[in-house]
């Protein structure tokens, strides 16, 4: 697949900068390395991000960061709910660019959590080719992870399917230090979503802050 291609959340990079409360809020962050489900985007980059959610469980928001080729925007909206101990999620994101960086992605977001463990699916279309192989076909995927989270501490494995190949394994750690969301983690991509096509380790630190509007 290509390594530039860009395939899911939002606030991904960000352990923190997400809605805290119902109503109107805004995020800005910075990452050393923008990865996205295990695959380099940019080396150093800033985002920003502005998000709504109802009472009833209902979000909404956009958010975009820097990939040197013009931005990237996501788009995405959803619903989200309790129902005994599970926490359910389902939700559509859209990712466009501004540049030549990628081609537009879009996807339905599934997810179950339960105690600190949480499983994520996405089930999407590519508008670009993941290989040379497909003469421009428009391309399907799924992504899937299954994360583990403690205390701020977290570990996730992850990886596509259909047209999509690759995996990778990511642990870190997140809190919140003088208002400011800070997280560091360690990332190991296999050849598939490596940039150099070789296993790919990564140290990762983010910064980020949001308010409420």
Known sequence: MKTTARLTFIAGILLASSIANAGWSANIGWASDYYFRGILQSPTSPSAGLDYESDTGFYAGTWAADVYDGLEVDGYFG????????????????????????????????????????????????????????????????????????????GKVAGFGQDADGSYFEAGYGTTLADFDVGVSLLIADDDLSITGETNESLIFTIGKSFDL
């Open 79 to 154: 619903y989200g709910a309790t129902v005994g101990e599970v926490d359910l999620g389902i939700g559509y994101t859209g990712y466009f660019y501004t540049g030549d960086f990628d081609e537009t992605y879009q996807e339905i977001n599934l997810s179950a959590g339960f105690g600190i463990v949480t499983l994520d699916v996405a089930i999407g279309e590519y508008d670009g080719d993941f290989d040379s192989d497909t003469d421009g076909e428009q391309q399907d995927y799924t992504y899937y992870s299954l994360t583990v989270e403690q205390n701020g501490f977290y």
